[in-house]
């Protein structure tokens, strides 16, 4: 069985502790997807020079967000790794990714994981982010990822289609949404709809795209995603939110018809 392939909007830490909307959504992702063997989440908060994987046995939680409740620096996840799935990664690259031995698990995964797998017991991997690569380049990059889903691994990215917190509200989880930021995600969203790769490859081209893309850290990850589906393959959104007014909780799943 070819394993499905998500992408997963991740917003702010304090998802961890929520129950809304989105969160709910992850648990029923959770409950409806086929058990994987092990899990891959290309992480927006992972920036290297070259491209690595996480390989050790026991990869600690990450920390990466700072000045939230103390609530959130107690939760953890003590999942295992995979150091075999870092291996079968390198094989399939080429040797073009490189194996981190050290490095544990940022939120992009573990925010996303602790909702959807709360036991914990199912090997993740992170997957990094180059930054000398171009978009297409890691477009191509999430393509050649395309044998692990057979393998009964599932592959995440993880990141935000919008994503500027310069403008981000924090007063208020959902409320009112920046008219740029709806309008993106929509557009992004028809794009997706009809497998525009090239146009989301491009998103520089999209009007609104300096707002609602200032950085591209957290839309990367999309990429890898929407390179792994096939001509039958079809697209489900799983959650359409957005939160504190400029971050986009879009989340799709791509899957065999």
């Not at 799935?85 to 490095?103: F, G, H, P, S, Y």
């Not at 981000?168 to 497998?195: C, H, N």
Request: glycine share 6%.
């Amino acid at each position: 069985m070819k394993m499905p392939v998500l992408f997963i909007g991740h917003g702010s830490p304090m998802n961890i502790i929520e129950d809304n909307s989105y969160t709910h959504s992850l648990n029923e992702l959770g409950k409806i997807l086929p058990r994987p063997k092990a899990i891959v989440v290309v992480s927006a908060h992972w920036q290297t020079r070259g491209t690595y994987i996480t390989a050790a046995e026991l990869p600690p939680t990450i920390y990466d967000f700072y000045g939230f409740p103390e609530e959130l620096y107690a939760a953890a996840y003590s999942c295992p790794g995979s150091p075999a799935t870092a291996a079968l990664v390198q094989t399939i690259t080429k040797e073009t990714v490189k194996c981190d031995w050290n490095r544990g698990l940022d939120h992009a995964a573990w925010a996303v994981l602790k909702h959807m797998y709360p036991h914990a017991d199912i090997p993740v991997l992170e997957l990094s982010l180059d930054r000398g690569k171009s978009p297409q380049q890691h477009y191509e990059l999430g393509n050649q990822l395309a044998p692990l889903r057979q393998e009964g691994i599932l592959i995440i990215g993880s990141g935000n289609i919008v994503h500027n917190l310069s403008r981000i509200d924090f007063s208020q989880l959902y409320g009112t949404v920046y008219p740029w930021a709806a309008e993106t995600d929509g557009q992004m969203a028809a794009a997706l709809v009809k497998r525009d790769h090239a146009g989301l490859v491009n998103y520089e081209t999209f009007p609104n795209a300096r707002l609602a893309v200032p950085t591209n850290e957290h839309y990367l990850p999309m990429l890898y995603a929407i390179a792994l589906q096939t001509e039958t393959d079809r697209l489900e959104f799983t959650c359409t939110d957005i939160q504190n007014g400029s971050i986009s909780m879009r989340s799709f799943m791509i899957s065999e018809n």
